[in-house]
T-cell receptor, first 113, second 114 residues
């Protein structure tokens, strides 16, 4: 099955700086890559996703890049704010077939005011 | 539009008991997936239901089961509870039952087995 790995496990950044989280995946058939943000006591919230027919997608301060050849994708958060502090999960799934997501182990992002 | 609703939010059960968790998906969504979240294993896929049919199952023992009703609401059941079943159980709702469809999660049910 699909194996998704996330690095680093914890990331501390100064407010206003950028944060980058990287994920790798193993299944070359995967072509949908969502990112989730989970705050304490809440369920994961979908923040951005990318499909394999594009290399980059941006939504305000967050962006995701995908390198299918290298099988890795990254989340970029610019101008970080204290409310960006949370655990971020990357995931992967195949477009065709079942709706099953394989998740990375998560990254704790701490934005220092 | 209401989000995904999971009930109850918290449960405390004793080893050997059974438990039923409920999930109401976003209106119009037909796919419901269940995940178990623990600090050690992260988010692990349990099963997915689409149009009342289980379409995929993760690597969990048969004590974990589920079903989906005609209104797309879903329940999952865990029988003969073990201490290791303590986890946050999350339900995800999708419009379609195919990969590449956005999945939206509920707040989860926190199950503690004592």
């Amino acid at each position: 099955g699909e194996n998704v790995e996330q690095h680093p496990s914890t990331l501390s950044v100064q407010e206003g700086d950028s944060a980058v989280i990287k994920c790798t995946y193993s299944d070359s058939a995967s072509n949908y890559f969502p990112w989730y943000k989970q705050e304490l006591g809440k369920g994961p919230q979908l923040i951005i996703d990318i499909r394999s027919n594009v290399g980059e997608k941006k939504d305000q301060r967050i962006a995701v890049t995908l390198n299918k050849t290298a099988k890795h994708f990254s989340l970029h958060i610019t101008e970080t704010q204290p409310e960006d502090s949370a655990v971020y999960f990357c995931a992967a799934s195949r477009r065709h077939g079942n709706n099953r997501l394989a998740f990375g182990k998560g990254n704790q992002v701490v934005v220092i005011p | 539009k209401a989000g995904v609703t999971q009930t109850p939010r918290y449960l405390i059960k004793t080893r050997g008991q059974q438990v039923t968790l409920s999930c109401s998906p976003i209106s119009g969504h037909r796919s419901v997936s269940w995940y178990q979240q623990t600090p050690g294993q992260g988010l692990q896929f349990l099963f997915e239901y689409f149009s009342e049919t289980q379409r995929n199952k993760g690597n969990f023992p048969g004590r974990f089961s589920g079903r989906q009703f005609s209104n797309s609401r879903s329940e999952m059941n865990v029988s003969t509870l073990e201490l290791g079943d303590s986890a946050l159980y999350l339900c995800a709702s999708s419009l379609l039952g195919q990969g590449g469809t956005e999945a939206f999660f509920g707040q989860g049910t926190r199950l503690t087995v004592v």
